[in-house]
């Protein structure tokens, strides 16, 4: 997947309003860019971090400026525009990448499911079996070097694991599709430490039959493209 832009540096001087940061240009201009993110960023959002910004021609658009990328600890890339992941792993599901999602006639995006939810992608084999693929990002790579997901508490994210295990009870295949796009993360845990309700339905769910992949991401200013799969491991529990 391709920036829709070429990316321009910044540094960091803060985020704030969840949705909002200050970012110095390298000509010295301040500008205020779109943070399309909302969970906590833990670790994405360092003091004066070096960051990469996309800059919209639209003239209707409040904010020129989009945060997409961000150095963490000086030497790994992450990306923090989780409209990104979806589209990343629709593209490395049609083109065969993800080996587990092969082989589907049918790949269609945000299919309403569940109780007032939508499934990233739902996948049709032949005979009208459906895997439904709900895909998060991860971006947080705690000081113990383990990255993890949620960053904050999600009861979103928890009510989307026990519809995807509804499915399987169905005659379905469910996924949950951990995107892993930061470069520094070659392993996934639930984030017991953040979100204990989340972590102890991660375990309900997969023993529901609910399958877990993840995947990490190759990450520059020109492009991201999924790489290949890294483990998934149980939440420890304090």
């Given amino acids: ?8 540096e910044g540094k960091l001087i803060k ?7 200050d970012i110095q240009l390298p000509n010295g201009d301040v500008v205020v860019a779109h943070c399309p993110n909302t969970g906590s960023m833990k670790r994405c959002q360092q003091d004066g971090a070096r960051v990469w910004l996309s800059k919209s021609n639209n ?14 600890d000086e030497k790994y890339l ?18 065969g990448a993800v080996k587990e999602l092969v082989g589907y006639k049918e790949q269609k995006a945000e299919v309403k499911y569940g109780q007032n939810s939508r499934i990233d992608w739902l996948l049709t084999e032949v005979d009208g079996r459906k895997c439904y693929v709900e895909v998060k ?14 960053d904050a508490v999600t009861e979103r994210g928890r009510k989307h694991f026990y519809e995807l295990a509804k499915m399987v009870e169905e005659g379905h295949r469910a996924v949950m599709f951990f995107c892993v796009s930061h470069t520094g993360i070659d392993s996934v845990t639930p984030a017991a430490h ?16 609910v399958e877990v992949l993840a995947y990490n991401v190759t990450i520059n200013q020109n492009e991201m493209t999924v790489l290949a799969r890294v483990p998934v491991l149980m939440p420890v529990f304090d």
Avoid: H, Q
Avoid at 1 to 8: A, D, E, G, R, V
Avoid at 195 to 205: I, L, Q
């Fill in 1 to 8: 997947m391709k920036f829709p832009t070429p990316l321009i």
């Fill in 15 to 21: 985020r704030y309003k969840r949705f909002l940061s």
């Fill in 59 to 72: 003239p209707k658009r409040k904010l020129a400026y989009t945060w997409e990328l961000v150095e963490v």
């Fill in 78 to 95: 992450a990306c923090i525009n989780t409209g990104y992941p979806n589209k990343l792993v629709g593209e490395a599901i049609a083109n």
């Fill in 137 to 150: 990002n991860v971006t947080l790579l705690e000081e113990d070097g383990r990255g993890y997901f949620p």
């Fill in 194 to 209: 953040i979100d204990e309700k989340y972590a102890k339905a991660f375990e309900e769910v997969i023993a529901r039959g």
